[in-house]
């Protein structure tokens, strides 16, 4: 394997470039290897034959999806780490995506809302950009329906970039050493244009894949990775706390939108499909490295994750729009929410 690859703020392994050699190409969709499973499992996982089966949805997928529109290559990836770094994608040259996505805030900013040109708040918080290669739509409403969709949508508006596509590729196009890069990325049609660079960011955007974190070791037949309090919560969440409702997989979500019951008048998803049973329904956010993306929800307004868990336990404002996965009348006693809490703590990697 070859040497890691420096990504915004740390280090991702890099696993693009070999993985792709021997990658397969199936159901449209190029896959590269994250990991090879353990096969080993567990003796408490082996006398608890119910644990084991519910572990099991949880293990980590052996390969990445990309559409076959936009298979993975490494000059795209390249070229989209560039472009995501470059602030001269705002109107001002001021920002640039990983002003508001920063690695070490669990690809969020730390801020209640975003901010976008000049310095002007946002109505939500930014959300985080891992694991998104399995995600579709995207944007906490759903309104973009693919990765390559979603690219233009800071980029231009307003509030946010307030930089015009075509004003953008016109600009990138003067510089000799963009035009190298589009060339490398796209040699089939080797031009600065609106689709190839939403291509090559969308192929930069899959490749960030939450790191494996002790709860993978675990998942993965390491019964002394997590500790007996990490392990109850983790009952917790899958059995009474109903958590996995909704935060289920690999990655904590099933990517869907759900009405939860916070309080505010911002429609979400009811907006996007007009539609009243839709209203204040915004998509499952991940849970991976959760411990670094506070604050949380769609409008940043819990602090904390033991707020989090007090939301869903006396928070919730009722309507006629709350999803039917959300769990209700939930009690839970200190020791349990400290045995909840100490679990989510296994999601976020420690390096």
Known sequence: MKAPAKVEGGVLP??????????????????????????????????????????????????VPFPASNPFTEAKRALGERLFRDKRLSIDGSMACASCHIRSKGFADGRKHG?????????????????????????????????????????????????????????????????????????KDPTVSADNLAKAIATFERTLVSPPTRFDRWIEGDAKALTPDEVAGFRLFTGKARCSNCHTGWAFTDYAF??????????GRGAVLRLEAADHAFKTPSLREIGRSAPYMHDGS???????????????????????????DLELADRARAQLLAFLSTLTSEN
Not at 168 to 185: G, N, Q
């Open 302 to 328: 819990l602090a904390s994750l033991a707020q989090v868990i007090r939301h869903y336990e006396s928070g919730i404002v009722e309507r006629a729009s709350l999803s039917a996965d959300l769990p209700r």
């Open 14 to 63: 890099r696993i693009v470039a070999c993985a792709f050699i021997a990658g397969v190409l199936t159901g449209g969709a190029m896959a590269f290897a994250l990991h090879s499973h353990a096969t080993a499992v567990s003796e408490a996982s082996a006398a608890d034959p119910e644990l084991a089966t519910i572990k099991a949805t949880f293990r980590r997928p052996a390969t």
């Open 115 to 187: 901010r976008g040109v000049p310095d002007r708040p946002l109505k939500r918080h930014t959300p985080t950009l891992w694991n998104l290669a399995w995600a579709s739509p995207v944007f906490w409403d759903g309104r973009a329906r693919s990765l390559e969709e979603q690219v233009a949508g800071p980029i231009e508006a307003p509030d946010e970039m307030g930089q015009p596509v075509a004003s953008l590729t016109a600009l990138l196009a003067t510089d000799p050493a963009y035009s190298r890069l589009f060339a490398a990325a796209f040699p």
């Open 258 to 267: 759900h009405d939860i019951g916070l309080p505010g008048e911002d429609r």
